[in-house]
């Protein structure tokens, strides 16, 4: 349910419906045709956007140019700098001992 709330989707979803609304009587032009394209290319980078979170919140890998990759490389950048701290924490204590 979280994913289809996300505010990509329905900001997309939102704006069909106006593009739907303000094209219905008219006739199809070319800024229309090119209003509906830019719509459609809008609706797949919001779901492409819920299909990344899903994966990334699964751990599946994500794709090196969604902005879920960067937040997921971050994670793991802190990740390793705390194992890295706490492994030297553990040689201080090691060393104190002796």
């Excluded at 199809?28 to 209003?35: F, K, N, P, Y």
């Excluded at 830019?38 to 919001?46: E, F, H």
């Excluded at 969604?66 to 937040?71: A, E, G, I, L, R």
């Amino acid at each position: 349910m979280r994913y289809l709330f996300s505010t990509g989707l329905v900001a997309a979803i939102s704006a069909g419906v106006s593009l739907l609304r303000g094209t219905r009587d008219e006739p199809i032009t070319w800024r229309a045709a090119l209003s509906w394209v830019s719509w459609g290319i809008t609706l797949s980078l919001a779901i492409g956007a819920v299909v990344d979170m899903r994966r990334e919140r699964t751990g599946q890998l994500v794709d090196a140019d969604s902005p879920q990759s960067v937040k997921k490389a971050k994670k793991a950048q802190r990740l390793q700098f705390r194992s890295q701290k706490a492994l030297a924490d553990a040689q201080g204590h090691a060393k104190s001992r002796r």
